[in-house]
């Protein structure tokens, strides 16, 4: 008998219960699916993700048995209302950070979704960098009124314009588009934001044809019934990989209770502990410091009115 032989590798891409497994000595991916045993479990939710590392053992065929799941150190979660309950959906296991990607104009900016896919990063424990794309249709001053409020709160903002630019007949690459390259390179990144800002634009523009895989496998997964969704990381040539998650658009505040929320605006939390009642709603209390800090225009009137309107469960 052969002792079976072990492996490491990161799940890059899965799909119908087949994980595309990449090890360290490189090559194509492994076609692997999970263990029997493993399988346990699964009416509760998903056990693997891309972005898993997994050990796994390789079969006669080429194709190998996932055996174990490596601790994850993050993850963005969606639950799934089933009719035998809720399922637990893995968008992407082991992000580094959220890339969230909004347009200065059209579509018209809406920041308080901006708000909730923050809040979002903040209970995963990610950190956040806002893409600020289009500048080009409003220039840099009005796109500085409109997100300049982020980067003292501690999010950054990349202003960006993906299409590139002709100067003296040369094709100089869109503003922003180095930056938000070097943000990306080195690690696993979850790229969210509305339809039509620009996502699969600036993709492209830091690398070609990257916006278009991105968006076909997108597409799949808009259009995929549960057990035929396709997910998948897409390596970048310096290094790391994106992942888009259009699920994150539809990631409600699950399990968030209406007293946590203010722990999830860094610029509230801080103050909440100045608050004279424990269970400050910060709406109409007397001796609440996080009103008085918004009086005293310390706090941006908008992200205290996003903060109110989430508490009140309010799209
Ligand atoms: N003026 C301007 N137009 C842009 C810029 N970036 C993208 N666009 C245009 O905006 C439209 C939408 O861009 P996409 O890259 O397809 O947007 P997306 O976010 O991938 O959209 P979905 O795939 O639907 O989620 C296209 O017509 C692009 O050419 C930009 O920086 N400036
Ligand atoms: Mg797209
Ligand atoms: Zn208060």
């Known amino acids: 008998m052969t ?22 000595k490189g090559g194509p ?10 399988k346990q479990g699964r009416r509760e939710g998903e056990l693997a993700a891309i972005g898993d590392q997994v050990v796994f053992t390789q079969l006669s065929d080429g ?15 969606r639950l799934d209302p089933r009719p ?16 969230f990607v909004f347009a200065c104009a059209s579509p018209t900016p809406r920041l308080r979704m901006l708000d909730r896919y923050l809040v979002i990063a ?22 500085e ?22 100067e003296g007949g040369a094709r100089k690459s869109g503003q922003g588009v180095e930056e938000l390259r070097e943000r990306l390179t080195g690690k696993v990144s979850a790229l969210a934001g509305p339809s039509g800002v620009g996502k699969s634009s600036l993709l492209n523009a830091i690398q070609p044809g990257l916006g278009l895989a991105v968006r076909e496998i997108s597409e799949a997964f808009q259009k995929g019934r549960h057990t035929t969704t396709v997910r998948q990381l897409f390596p970048l040539e310096g290094g790391g990989y994106v992942a888009d998650t259009p699920g994150m658009r ?5 399990d968030t209770e209406p007293e946590e929320l203010d722990g999830y605006f860094p610029e509230l939390a ?31 009137p908008q992200r205290y009115d996003s903060y109110l309107r989430l508490r009140a469960g309010e799209e």
């Open 3 to 24: 002792i079976p032989e072990f492996s490491t590798g990161l799940i890059v891409r899965s799909q119908s219960g087949f994980f595309f497994v990449l090890t360290e």
């Open 29 to 38: 991916p492994v076609t692997c699916q999970l263990r029997g045993r493993l």
């Open 63 to 77: 194709t190998g048995s996932i055996e174990e799941i490596l601790p994850r150190k993050s993850e963005i979660v």
């Open 84 to 99: 035998q309950g809720e399922y637990r959906q893995i968008l992407l296991a082991n992000p580094d950070q959220a890339v």
């Open 122 to 143: 903040e209970k995963q424990g990610l950190p956040a960098v806002i893409i600020a794309n289009k500048i080009d249709l409003v220039g840099r001053e009005q796109a």
């Open 145 to 166: 009124k409109i997100f300049g409020l982020y980067p003292p709160i501690g999010y950054p903002v990349i202003y960006a314009c993906a299409t590139p630019t002709q």
């Open 250 to 254: 539809s990631l409600a505040l699950w």
């Open 270 to 300: 801080a103050l909440v502990a100045g608050c004279q009642f424990n269970d400050c709603q910060h709406k109409t209390e007397p001796g609440c410091a996080v009103r008085a800090a918004v009086q005293a225009g310390k706090v941006h």
